[in-house]
């Protein structure tokens, strides 16, 4: 039963980075990426995942991918999208802080950290939700 799950999950992660949807996120490796992305003037959310972690947070994190892929699909286009693989991208989990993986990090169109979603509140509708509000409070600080 785990090693079907596993290879379920697996099939799942290759769909996903090999870009089976429309619209991926970008995969920064470095610290300068996302800080440029983030400096874009506009809205992000950015999942860090490990693709080489055991088998419960392996699952967890191919999950949250196939989520996270779905949003953006979903999602309109001005915002960033990240996905960092923190397995290649070792010394982004400390400067960001993202110990508890999956877990998506959201960021104002400012680069300020504005919420996050930890592992079991990955869904789409909570994605939805907080792009929601960041969109709401960046048209409220344009208006002004």
Known sequence: M??????IALIAFALV???FAKKKPATPTEAS???????AEKPAAVLFHNS?????????????LGIFQEAIEAAPGNY??????????????????????PIVVFFDANGAETSRLRVNEITAE???TKLNE???????KKQK
């Open 80 to 101: 960033s999208y990240l996905a960092v693989d923190l397995s290649v991208a070792t010394d982004l989990a400390q400067k960001y802080e993202a110990w508890a993986i």
């Open 17 to 19: 980075a090999t870009g």
């Open 126 to 128: 909570g994605l939805q």
């Open 134 to 140: 960041i969109a709401k409070e960046s048209n409220k």
């Open 33 to 39: 990426s996302i800080e440029q992305a983030l400096s």
């Open 52 to 64: 080489k972690a055991c088998k419960c947070t392996l699952t967890k994190c191919v999950s949250s």
């Open 2 to 7: 785990q090693k079907r799950l596993l290879v």
